[in-house]
């Protein structure tokens, strides 16, 4: 990522200037459009209400980066102290922090060596759930090949002892406990949503026999598949050469 570092003079052709400069930043790095355009707008009314409260004229300094991985952008306004998100009209206009909260931005303002500082943090654009899952795929595969030919045999066993096993079992017990309810309450409100009994007790008996249908299907095929895997159905090893 390019950083950027401009000096301007603070005026109505600066705030266009600096407004296209931040909406060209926000596009490298892949930031969704409204909150590139909330970015924008946030800007543009920092330094009009700046002029009105007569900084206009003055040395404008923007900078934009990326700071242990996270993107930001800083306006810097030389001039008497002037915090444009205090809700005070008879200072700082109509630009007041229910304005923000309505945006849902929430810039911070500092005021150090005579200039008025605010400071943005951006979003990029989130990557899709596949190349989550490909990257976490990617990783659990390297990790487990180094553990196979780099880790030491000791070294293994230890992690998987103290470390992986116990995850592994809480991970589980937790998601147990999170499935069984949220299955209770999704059969709940389907039956609850249905209304009628009369329609109820179709549904009802579609949704039964249907079931014991896969029930019986699953047992049948069990049953006929699981003795040619070897082990015999009660649990003994099946003697090939009878």
């Known amino acids: 990522m390019d950083s950027i570092k401009e000096q301007y003079v603070l005026d109505y052709e600066t705030v266009d200037k600096v407004s296209r400069l931040i909406m060209q930043f926000c596009k490298n790095i892949n930031t969704k459009k409204s909150d590139a355009l909330r970015h924008r707008i946030t800007a543009e009314e920092c330094m009009l209400n700046w002029m009105d409260y007569g900084l206009g004229g003055g040395e404008l300094i923007v900078t934009a980066g990326s700071f242990l991985g996270e993107p930001y952008i800083t306006l810097q306004m030389q001039g008497k102290q002037c915090d444009p998100f205090i809700e005070n009209e008879e200072d700082t206009g109509s630009f007041s922090g229910s304005i923000l ?30 190349v989550r899952l490909v990257v976490i795929i990617a990783a659990a595969t390297l990790f ?99």
């Open 101 to 130: 909260r309505g945006l849902n931005i929430s810039p911070s303002y500092s005021y150090k060596k005579g200039y008025n500082r605010v400071h943005f943090r951006l979003k990029r654009k989130a990557s899709g759930q596949l």
């Open 144 to 242: 487990s090949l180094a553990g196979i030919y780099i880790f030491p045999e000791k070294v293994c066993k230890g992690l998987l002892t103290w470390f992986i096993t116990p995850l592994y079992e809480t991970f589980f017990k937790v998601l147990g406990c999170i499935a069984g309810p949220m299955i209770f309450m999704s059969v709940s409100w389907g039956i609850y949503g249905i209304g009628d009994a009369t329609t109820f007790g179709k549904v009802g008996k579609k949704l039964i026999g249907r079931f014991l249908a896969a029930v019986f299907f699953c047992n049948a095929l069990t049953v006929c598949i699981y003795p040619l895997l070897g082990p015999s159905l009660s649990g003994k090893a099946v003697d090939s050469d009878h």
